[in-house]
Each structure stands twice: as structure tokens, then as C-alpha cells.
Nanobody
Framework: QVQLVESGGGLVQAGGSLRLSCAAS?????MGWFRQAPGKEREFVAA????????DYLNSVKGRFTISRDNAKNTMYLQMNNLEPEDTAVYFC?????????????????WGQGTQVTVSS
């Protein structure tokens, strides 16, 4: 059983940046970031394999967001630049004990509590 704790959310103006962190209590394999806006389903944002050699992103965040991880610290990051009001949501990190990139929330067994990101126009 692994526990995940997100941090780094907040309020930022459009065009600004935030860096989210997700600290895991132990080793994990593939990890991902999801987000959920009010009244909407949870959606995939980005994912990364254990080695960091493979990543993938939601089309609307490509070129603006960067996912990375530091396995020595059991921590994953999401650098978010040029934020837009449409990025406003609760952001969740997730982990699984399988390799490879996957996009469905159902494929991830472990979840953090979420961190709020609000982008004002």
C-alpha cells in the first residue's frame, strides 16, 4: 500500500506558472496526473513511466505542462506554465504497480487527496 500526498496548488493569474509535487510513501511504477473540474469527469493530464523514459500528455496541455519524477525521493512533479482559466480544477496524482502509460483512472490503484489549482483571467 502506497500513500500519495500532493502539494503546490494555488491561485495564479492566466499566463502564470505552478509546480505540483506528489510525494509517495514508497516505490511505485507508472504514475500520472489527473484533474477534475466542478461538474466534470476526472480527466487524464499526464503520465510517466518509472524510468521517466516515456511520458504522454493531454493534447490541450502539450507544450505547457511537463511531468517528471525523482525516484530517489519517490516524488513526481508537474510543471505547469502559461496556465489558462480552463486549467482550473482539482489535480490528483495517481500511481500503479505496472509499467507503461495508461490513460484511464480505473488503471491506477493509488490516489492522492488532490490539490486545487485556480487560474484567474
Amino acid at each position: 500500500q502506497v500513500q500519495l500526498v500532493e502539494s503546490g496548488g494555488g491561485l495564479v493569474q492566466a499566463g502564470g506558472s505552478l509546480r505540483l509535487s506528489c510525494a509517495a510513501s514508497g516505490r511505485t511504477w507508472s504514475m500520472g496526473w489527473f484533474r477534475q473540474a466542478p461538474g466534470k469527469e476526472r480527466e487524464f493530464v499526464a503520465a510517466i513511466t518509472w524510468s521517466g523514459g516515456s511520458t504522454d500528455y493531454l493534447n490541450s496541455v502539450k507544450g505547457r505542462f511537463t511531468i517528471s519524477r525523482d525516484n530517489a525521493k519517490n516524488t513526481m512533479y508537474l510543471q505547469m506554465n502559461n496556465l489558462e482559466p480552463e486549467d482550473t480544477a482539482v489535480y490528483f496524482c495517481a500511481a500503479r504497480y505496472y509499467t507503461g502509460i495508461t490513460y484511464s483512472p480505473r488503471d491506477y490503484a493509488y490516489w492522492g487527496q488532490g490539490t486545487q489549482v485556480t487560474v484567474s483571467s
